[in-house]
């Protein structure tokens, strides 16, 4: 028999990030070319929140910071491999599939963001790349796009693997990152490393 107990792993402000990039997100994404405003303050909201979550991947508490679980491809692969024949190992923070995907959305949003700034800057002559000029609107316009959709397609992927490890380790992961808290138990868990 497992002696469980919580542990907290999710800390207040990277939860609410989490639940603020997913808003932002999607009120961007919803609102592309109908609500030019909104779209927009909603692309600088996900800025900030990028940035905010740089800084707090160094300075934020053990299982927010990059240190303790960005891994090697190599072995963010392996982990996919072992989840795809449900024998993962259970870790109480990131996992390295978990690490490669924090990696992926990170830099997808990162360059929704950039190229959606230069598209401002080359169609409204407005925002931080107001002086872009428009030669390359259109070019921007793709590569935002294209962005913007990868993301998107990241994110069902990211809930998908959620539901998975959920499933596998019999434990409510979206609940985690609403309390911050997750079981610990002596035998199978293991922290990221």
Same mark, same amino acid.
């Given at each position: 028999?497992?002696?469980?107990?919580?542990?907290?792993?999710?800390?207040?402000?990277?939860?609410?990030? =989490?639940?603020?990039?997913?808003?932002?997100?999607?009120?961007? $994404?919803?609102?592309?070319?109908?609500?030019?405003?909104? =779209?927009?303050?909603?692309?600088?909201?996900?800025?900030?929140?990028?940035?905010?979550?740089?800084?707090?991947?160094?300075?934020?508490?053990? $299982?927010?910071?990059?240190?303790?679980?960005?891994?090697?491809?190599?072995?963010?692969?392996?982990?996919?491999?072992?989840?795809?024949?449900?024998?993962?190992?259970? $870790?109480?923070?990131?996992?390295?599939?978990?690490?490669?995907?924090?990696?992926?959305?990170?830099?997808?949003?990162?360059?929704?963001?950039?190229?959606?700034?230069?598209? $401002?800057?080359?169609?409204?002559?407005?925002?931080?790349?107001?002086?872009?000029?428009?030669?390359?609107?259109?070019?921007?316009?793709?590569? =935002?796009?294209?962005?913007?959709?990868?993301?998107?397609?990241?994110?069902?992927?990211?809930?998908?693997?959620?539901?998975?490890?959920?499933?596998?380790?019999?434990?409510?992961?979206?609940?985690?990152?609403?309390?911050?808290?997750?079981?610990?138990?002596?035998?199978?868990?293991?922290?990221?490393?």
């Amino acid at each position: 028999m497992n002696n469980q107990k919580l542990i907290k792993v999710w800390d207040l402000p990277l939860r609410i990030f =989490h639940w603020l990039l997913v808003a932002g997100f999607f009120v961007a $994404y919803l609102t592309e070319d109908d609500l030019l405003t909104v =779209h927009v303050w909603a692309g600088y909201s996900v800025a900030g929140l990028l940035l905010f979550r740089l800084v707090w991947g160094f300075i934020g508490t053990e $299982y927010s910071r990059f240190s303790n679980f960005l891994c090697s491809p190599v072995r963010s692969i392996a982990y996919v491999k072992d989840l795809i024949a449900f024998k993962t190992t259970r $870790y109480i923070g990131h996992n390295p599939a978990g690490a490669a995907m924090i990696v992926l959305l990170l830099v997808s949003l990162t360059m929704t963001v950039l190229t959606g700034l230069a598209v $401002y800057g080359a169609d409204q002559a407005l925002g931080p790349l107001a002086s872009i000029g428009s030669s390359n609107e259109k070019l921007w316009e793709e590569i =935002h796009e294209f962005f913007a959709n990868f993301t998107l397609f990241l994110v069902v992927f990211h809930v998908l693997g959620v539901a998975v490890e959920s499933y596998i380790h019999r434990e409510n992961l979206a609940r985690a990152m609403l309390t911050g808290y997750k079981k610990l138990t002596t035998d199978s868990a293991r922290s990221s490393d």
